[in-house]
């Protein structure tokens, strides 16, 4: 194995577990990684601290392990079994649910990689090159480790650095499911296009959030902003809401959103979906004279850089403060961030001056996370990325 030796005292974070190790952290490369090679991390007395993917960027290494040990199938494993014995743990493979994250990258101590499961398909996802020359060994682990499992469908073609001396494909690398592309999240039933949805398909990291909406919708009219496949809408119905309106400005999102709603509620006249700008549609609201009890904001990452911190932020107040001008008395606004670069506290303060400008009271009911699925690695803080709250409006 190719060995990188880091600068003095470089080798302090590594001690503290985090998994990435950055170029300029680097004294020496002994050899000519290629890009995806594994890598032994010495520090600068030679003492062994860490195996990796090697990568070209400002992250150099994303660590596998920090004990000395053969990377083989086993390793791969070892490691795809904990997660899964984790899930079973937490509840989330039953009757009633087959949709989780079964790989969370860095959370999962797999950095590069990110798998969810919908019943019978895996959908993978490599960030890494050093995961998708992996990929094969990944999708037989899945395939022993997860009884349900009968199918791999690899996604990467957007995912893998661009530069990359790789021409990844997406397609099946185990199986190939044809039939039946839905599966149950909480008894609910939703179509997932895996492949040619956003992400793997669907948002797993919603779920929980969806569950709160859910006991909140009794007698509500609620407005789902943002809807993609019309989760929180189809768990605002079963919830009891007593109208639900979908919006969403890409109309292959609107179809699947009827659909999902179609599935679960069939002929049910309390859902309507509008293919529009949301910023557009809450402009006009008051000359629709319809106001919501409860308002869902769940928008797509404003900020994928931290070049782009300042406009995001923008964006999320001024997306809220329409929120907070547009709802009833009374009512409830779920609203989320889902931009990394985004911290919890930067989305509180863009959502408090949002508040401030409305010159509404409000008050936060729920803090709101990413799922236990979706879990952070306590090494690795930038793990947590999406946020939410729950504030209710007087
Ligand atoms: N709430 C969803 C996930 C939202 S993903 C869930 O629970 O699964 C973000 C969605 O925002 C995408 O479907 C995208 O089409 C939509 N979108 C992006 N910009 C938009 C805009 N300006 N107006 C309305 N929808 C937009």
Not at 28 to 54: Q, S, T
Not at 268 to 289: G, Q
Not at 364 to 393: C, F, M, R, T
Request: net charge neutral.
């Amino acid at each position: 194995m190719i060995i990188i030796q880091l600068k003095p005292k470089k080798e302090e974070s590594l001690l503290r577990f985090h998994p990435w190790v950055f170029s300029g952290a680097i004294h020496k490369i002994e050899g000519k990684p290629a890009e995806g090679d594994l890598v032994e991390v010495l520090d600068v007395n030679r003492n062994f601290l860490a195996i990796g993917h090697y990568q070209i960027g400002s992250i150099a290494v994303r660590i596998v392990t920090f004990e000395k040990m053969p990377i083989n199938n086993e390793f791969w494993n070892k490691k795809i079994q904990l997660a899964y014995a984790m899930r079973v743990s937490l509840g989330l493979v039953v009757e009633t649910n087959n949709t989780y994250r079964l790989i969370h990258g860095e959370g999962d101590g797999l950095p590069g990689l990110i798998v969810d499961v919908y019943d019978q398909t895996a959908v993978m996802q490599a960030h890494s090159v050093g995961m998708h020359e992996t990929r094969e060994i990944l999708a037989k682990a899945i395939v022993d480790a997860v009884p349900n499992v009968k199918h791999v469908y690899y996604k990467s073609e957007t995912t893998l650095p661009f530069n990359a001396p790789i021409t990844p494909e997406d397609g099946y690398l185990i199986g190939n499911e044809t039939e039946k592309l839905s599966a149950l999240e909480n008894g609910l039933e939703f179509h997932v296009d895996w492949l040619r949805g956003q992400k793997t398909g669907f948002f797993v990291d919603q779920r929980e959030n969806r569950s709160l909406l859910e006991r909140y919708s009794k007698g509500k009219s609620v407005l789902n902003m943002f809807c993609y496949t019309g989760g929180f809408s189809v768990y605002a119905l079963r919830g009891g809401a007593t109208l639900v309106h979908s919006v969403d400005s890409s109309t292959k999102a609107i179809l699947l959103t009827n659909n999902n709603v179609e599935l679960n509620f069939p002929n049910d006249t309390r859902h309507k979906s509008f293919d529009e700008d949301a910023f557009k549609y809450l402009n006009n609201l008051h000359t629709n004279e319809q106001k919501y009890d409860v308002i869902i904001l769940d928008p797509p990452a404003f900020a994928k850089h931290r070049e782009a911190l300042r406009n995001a932020l923008k964006g999320y107040k001024r997306l809220n403060a329409k929120a907070f001008e547009q709802i009833k008395p009374g009512g409830i606004v779920f609203t989320f961030s889902c931009s990394q670069v985004v911290s919890k506290e930067q989305f509180r303060l863009a959502v408090f001056s949002a508040a401030a400008e409305s010159k509404r009271n409000v008050r936060i009911l729920h803090q709101l996370s990413q799922p236990a699925d979706h879990p952070i690695n306590i090494y690795h803080p930038e793990g947590e990325y999406l946020k939410g709250l729950v504030l209710w409006v007087e």
